[in-house]
């Protein structure tokens, strides 16, 4: 089992910044590549950011690229998500996940319980 702690959400203003950091423990943390997903209000969960064991290479939606950055640090058991240019429709519950496979649509092995994201404008 991993167990997977998001912080760093808050009220934010739109062209503000804030950087959302996931705990792990439980398992080697390298041994997973990590995720962040999002899911605003009535709409459903999608991807935001994966980064791989390493934290060499990385994917990102179009919605969020050029505008946040996700890395790690292993020997802290530690993902981020700096994000920067926040808007509005950045608002959202945003999750950590991790998983095996370093790939956009693969699915997820263990999920935290979120941290919410409010942008005002």
């Known amino acids: 089992q991993v167990q997977l702690v998001e912080s760093g959400g808050g009220l934010v203003q739109a062209g503000g910044s804030l950087r959302l950091s996931c705990a792990a423990s439980?398992?080697?943390?390298?041994?997973?590549?990590m995720g962040w997903f999002r899911q605003a209000p009535g709409k459903e969960r999608e991807f935001v950011a994966l980064i791989d064991w390493y934290g060499i290479s990385t994917y990102y939606s179009d919605s969020v690229k050029g505008r946040f950055t996700c890395s790690r640090d292993n020997a802290e058991s530690t993902v981020y998500l700096k994000m920067n240019s926040l808007t509005p429709e950045d608002t959202a519950v945003y999750y950590c996940?991790?998983?095996?496979?370093?790939?956009?649509?693969?699915?997820?092995?263990?999920w935290g319980k979120g941290t919410l994201v409010t942008v005002s404008s």
């Open positions: 996940a991790a998983g095996r496979i370093f790939r956009m649509t693969a699915p997820m092995d263990y």
């Open positions: 439980g398992r080697t943390f390298s041994d997973y590549v």
